[in-house]
């Protein structure tokens, strides 16, 4: 399975971004992590394979995860940002129990 992230930018604080994820295969479950220099990678929102999601308490309110039909492509809804959002965010894929990583994709939000 390869992962494309994409969609990661600069914005400024109280603004939105959407990443997407393509995987090459459809996929079970996915999500989006995160990581900032020194710090572990940290979950942001994951989404099952029935399609439940769930979500870090940080994003709660603010970070939509979605996924379309094909459970190709994912999708992260950032609203509101703040600076403590600024991150590397990298998507997840799990298949036949097996977790395969994209490349990270860069958020700076500014204040």
């Known amino acids: 399975v390869q992962l494309q992230a994409s969609g990661g930018g600069l914005v400024q604080v109280g603004g939105s971004l959407t990443l997407s994820c393509a995987a090459s295969?459809?996929?079970?479950?996915m999500g989006w992590y995160r990581q900032t220099l020194g710090k572990q990678r940290e979950l942001v929102a994951a989404?099952?394979?029935?399609?439940?999601?769930n979500y870090a308490d940080f994003g709660k309110g603010r970070f939509t995860i979605s996924r379309d039909n094909s459970k190709t492509t994912m999708y992260l809804q950032m609203n509101s940002l703040k600076p403590e959002d600024t991150a590397v965010y990298y998507c997840?894929?799990?298949?036949?129990?097996?977790?395969?990583w994209g490349q990270g994709t860069l958020v700076t939000v500014s204040s």
């Open positions: 295969v459809s996929t079970y479950s």
């Open positions: 989404i099952t394979v029935g399609e439940i999601p």
């Open positions: 997840l894929a799990i298949k036949l129990g097996r977790q395969y």
